[in-house]
């Protein structure tokens, strides 16, 4: 059958050929994004906000060192109000600020037994995990002092315990610095950015800070609703103790932060997908017009079919299975290229499946309308002038 209406089925086939290898590509696409993302490490930083200042570059020295001492006293003043649920204090935790590139730049050097790595140094208070919530697989989060033994607490990300070698981490002792440390607890990861995988990172409690290099930071968890009335009374305050115009204070909103590093990537898709859903739907239409009109050049031999006893069903499934066999060997190019260019990871075999699966439902629905009307043909009506 194909064979003597190759004439007719070329134009279907080369369409939906070139309609799944680019929905193929968009599709893995998509969902290496969408890995990316999930992967572990992602904070909840939803009502989240950094409190800060900007400061001039004429400013002084003591002046500069004043402001950071003030805004001690402005949060710690504001951490009891209605609209406040908590205020932690620390150091390279905030998620979304910086590139990864900077961590890396500022990343330390661990050595345990024979193994040697660097790491990124993170610092927090006790209130740090109540804020950006990490997943801890094991032990507790840190607390702002030293543990009974004299060595300091702290917590590692999954990808440090995997450098480290160890197959449990809690208990475990490790030269940072100077400092004799003790690991408290495990978290799966703490990403810098929304589609970066977590780096090897160690997080020092915040009274060792003084031997680390870095700028404080203070991440402020507002109630939900209530931005206004935080930056309103964090900028009264700030100006109140701070009256030398060339500091500012600054108020970010972590979530809109992730939201602007995460612009690009979405942009990105939105350029493969806009136009693959264009050629999409300008395909379908295609094979539903071909579609019908081959269905209405084959009247005669439904009409006939049906004078010898098909039913609705019957032929319905004859033309809707000529479509999903068409795709079907359509499909194929797309499925042999895969085949060279992906490794074939979970993603890729999702993506591609995903790309079958939205193919055949297209083929099926493209072809159902006409396969419906050629099944409630009038026999004697199509067959009169035989």
């Known amino acids: 059958m194909f064979r003597n209406r190759k004439g007719r089925y070329t134009g279907i086939f080369a369409e939906q050929a070139v309609v799944a290898l680019i929905l193929m590509l968009s599709s893995v696409s998509i969902a290496e994004t969408v890995k990316q993302y999930m ?13 800060a200042f900007m400061q001039q570059h004429d400013v002084e020295k003591e002046v500069a060192e004043n402001a950071q001492q003030n805004m001690n006293v402005i949060l710690d003043n504001m951490k009891n109000q209605p609209y406040i649920e908590a205020i ?3 150091s390279n935790l905030i998620p979304y600020l ?19 790595f660097k790491t990124v140094i993170k610092v927090s208070d006790e209130r ?13 989060w840190l ?11 702290v917590v590692v990300s999954r990808q440090f315990v995997e450098k480290a070698g160890w197959t449990s981490a809690t208990g475990k002792k490790v030269m940072i610095g100077r400092h004799s440390v003790t690991v408290v607890g495990v978290v799966a990861g703490l990403k810098h950015e929304p589609l970066i995988p977590s780096s090897v990172t160690v997080v020092i409690p915040e009274y060792l800070f003084a031997n680390h290099s870095g700028l404080v930071e203070f991440t402020v968890k507002v109630k939900k609703g209530m931005k206004k009335e935080f930056m309103t009374s964090f900028f009264k305050e700030f100006r109140r103790m701070n009256p030398d115009k060339r500091l500012e204070p600054l108020a970010y909103s972590i979530d809109e932060m992730k939201g602007s590093m995460l612009s690009s990537s979405i942009q990105d898709i939105a350029l493969q997908a806009i136009p693959t859903l264009f050629l999409f739907i300008i395909a379908f239409i295609g094979t539903f017009g071909l579609s019908w009109i081959f269905a209405q050049k084959r009247l005669r031999e439904f009409a006939l079919r049906i004078a010898l006893g098909s039913t609705t069903s019957r032929l319905m499934t004859i033309v809707i299975g000529e479509s999903l066999l068409i795709t079907g060997i359509a499909v194929i190019p797309a499925l042999l290229l895969s085949y060279f260019i992906y490794d074939y990871t979970d993603v890729h075999i999702i993506g591609v499946g995903v790309t079958v699966l939205i193919m055949l439902l297209f083929s099926a629905v493209s072809a159902w309308y006409p396969a419906w009307k050629v099944s409630k043909v009038n026999p ?4 009169k002038y035989e």
């Open 39 to 51: 992967s572990p490490g992602l904070l909840n930083v939803e009502n989240v906000f950094l409190a």
């Open 88 to 90: 932690s204090r620390g």
């Open 98 to 116: 910086r590139s990864s590139g900077y961590y890396e730049m500022s990343s330390d050097s661990i050595h345990i037994d024979d193994r040697h």
């Open 128 to 140: 740090g995990a109540a804020i950006l919530k990490p997943d801890i697989e094991e032990g507790v």
């Open 143 to 153: 607390e702002n002092r030293a543990l009974p033994d004299g060595t300091a607490p």
């Open 380 to 383: 004697s009506e199509a067959l």
